[in-house]
């Protein structure tokens, strides 16, 4: 093979690579993170959803459904203050990465990401309560299960 046919071949096979990444990339991401019917989360809500999702599966009789109100009723908060906690986190990130260095600047935006932090766990925790207190007994135990799976036991009852 001549180094030209070489050069043309190779240059053939990158626009060909080319045109299929653009391609799967057209194909991928609207999917990833625009809206999808019925309201579905996209980007990185979506995950967190998935987790009720399976929860509510679980649940048994009419609980799912008050459990799926409850998320869909505080979802805009809980997202608005997951919104802010991560604003907060870029900002403690710069607040580190200046030059020169900030320590007073650097503390009180880590200061700041703990208040959004405590006001997002809030947030979901009164969810949490508000979503428990229309569940009966299995219903909540169903809860409390879920919520050992996702975050395993306490310290104390892991094996060492």
Do not use: C
């Not at 799967?24 to 809500?45: D, I, M, N, S, T």
């Not at 509510?56 to 805009?76: F, K, N, T």
């Amino acid at each position: 093979m001549s180094p030209q046919s070489a050069s043309r071949w190779l240059l053939g096979a990158l626009v060909a690579s080319l045109a299929l990444n653009i391609a799967v990339g057209a194909f991928l991401l609207p999917r990833a993170w625009l809206p999808r019917p019925g309201g579905e989360p996209v980007g990185q809500a979506a995950p967190h959803a998935r987790h009720w999702e399976r929860l509510i599966e679980r649940l048994p009789g009419e609980a799912g459904g008050l459990v799926r109100q409850e998320m869909l009723h505080s979802r805009e908060a809980i997202d608005r203050a997951r919104d802010a906690m991560g604003r907060a986190r870029e900002a403690a990130r710069a607040a580190l990465l200046a030059n020169p260095y900030d320590a007073a600047a650097h503390a009180a935006a880590l200061a700041e990401l703990r208040r959004r932090g405590d006001a997002a766990q809030a947030l979901l925790h009164a969810s949490v309560v508000a979503t428990a207190g229309k569940l009966d007994h299995a219903g909540r135990q169903q809860l409390a299960d879920w919520q050992r799976r996702r975050h395993g036991p306490p310290e104390r009852d892991k094996p060492r």
